[in-house]
């Protein structure tokens, strides 16, 4: 019963916002009030691409080409012109939409809260084929050398064939009593894939069979209560130049070798919802708000943003000289890269941003909960 209790409660706390009232933006913190409005970035176009109704589904766009692909839980995926945002096709699934898109190899692919695995043409939406997996897909799946790699919410990451969504392998890892609703993409290499675990840990399985090269922990659960030892790898791992950076949840952030998960650096931090890296650094966004920078070589501290304490922010992306994340005010925050001050910020939506801005190109796009798809770009000339 005690057990039941802490699922329940935990439940309740991580997925309060859930409802549509409590998907609207809450209030910015108060010396905010005042920040500017982005120098030298102007909005390109905007477009409506249908809402996300849960904060730990991650409905993020992707892009291929001259084309960015949206989706929504209602089950509608759209692509657009990167030019100007002009609907090329809309494709109506029915079917309630919680992962994706990700587009690659002249397909897309969704997944859904019923456990399906849906392949679609990009060309022009046609739905090509239907893999059921074992439980729901709550964030992008991997394409690439043949496969579409899925990791669902159960703790189990299967391989689909790119061509007929026919199972190739299954990897099955248990999930701890406790954890975040909601969990990490698989990220490929070459003849692999890295995926993160509900445990702490990482694994590199090959795409051939899905044997794990290695597995390595970069937390381990601490605590009395099972709320104090989830240890979630919910956000999704990075790779650079033979490197794999990754983080948990009430844990720590590392930067490990690609080659045997070897630990080169860690550093206490808790992180749920991203990371990205420059030339120099690696960035995080903490589950208190808090933006950090540590050098990607040793880890040490290089700068920490505490103005958006209490503020659930999105993942961090590295766009020109700028780390620009959303917030869950419906503003999105440039900040500058060298030292972390906060530059400027914008409003995209009176609904949260939950995900990651994404890079494509020279523009940054920004997606909100309520469906507004906003493009910038930085403007000829700016300072």
């Known amino acids: 019963m005690r057990r039941a209790f802490l699922l329940t409660a935990v439940l309740l706390a991580l997925t309060a916002c859930t409802s549509s009232k409590l998907l609207q933006s809450t209030p910015a913190p108060a010396e905010l009030a005042d920040a500017a409005t982005a120098r030298g970035v102007r909005l390109v176009w905007h477009a409506d691409v249908g809402r996300t109704d849960l904060v730990s589904e991650r409905l993020r766009p992707s892009s291929a080409a001259d084309r960015l692909y949206a989706a929504a839980s209602d089950g509608t995926v759209t692509a657009l012109a990167v030019q100007d945002g002009k609907q090329l096709w809309r494709k109506e699934l029915d079917r309630p939409i919680s992962g994706g898109p990700t587009v690659a190899d002249d397909l897309v ?193 290089v700068w920490r943003q505490d103005v958006f304490q209490g503020e659930r922010m999105s993942g961090p992306a590295v766009y020109s000289d700028y780390v620009v994340v959303g917030g869950s005010d419906g503003y999105v925050n440039w900040l500058a890269v060298d030292d972390g001050r906060l530059v400027a910020r914008q409003e995209v939506d009176d609904t949260r941003l939950n995900v990651t801005p994404l890079i494509a190109g020279d523009r940054i796009y920004v997606q909100s909960m309520g469906g507004r798809l906003v493009a910038y770009e930085l403007e000829a000339g700016r300072d």
């Open 109 to 301: 692919i969704v997944g859904t809260r019923k456990g399906e695995v849906l392949g679609l043409a990009a060309a022009d939406g046609e739905l090509l084929w239907i893999s059921g997996v074992t439980s729901e897909m709550l964030a992008p799946a991997a394409i690439g050398q043949g496969v579409v790699v899925v990791r669902t919410n159960d703790g189990r990451v299967f391989a689909l064939d790119a061509k007929t969504g026919e199972r190739r392998w299954i990897y099955d890892r248990n999930v701890p009593v406790l954890s975040l609703r909601g969990h990490g993409s698989p990220v490929l290499v070459p003849g692999g894939v890295l995926v993160g675990f509900d445990n702490g840990r990482v694994a590199a399985l090959s795409l051939r069979d899905g044997t794990p090269a290695w597995e390595q922990n970069i937390a381990i659960a601490q605590g009395r209560s099972e709320l104090e030892q989830m240890v979630d790898v919910d956000a999704d791992p990075v790779v650079v130049e033979g490197a794999v950076f990754a983080a948990t949840y009430q844990g720590r952030i590392a930067g490990l070798s690609l080659r045997d998960g070897h630990i080169a650096w860690a550093r206490e931090i808790s992180v749920y919802t991203g990371i990205a890296l420059d030339s120099n650094n690696v960035y995080a966004s903490d589950a208190k708000g808090r933006i950090w920078a540590f050098d990607r070589f040793n880890g040490a501290s």
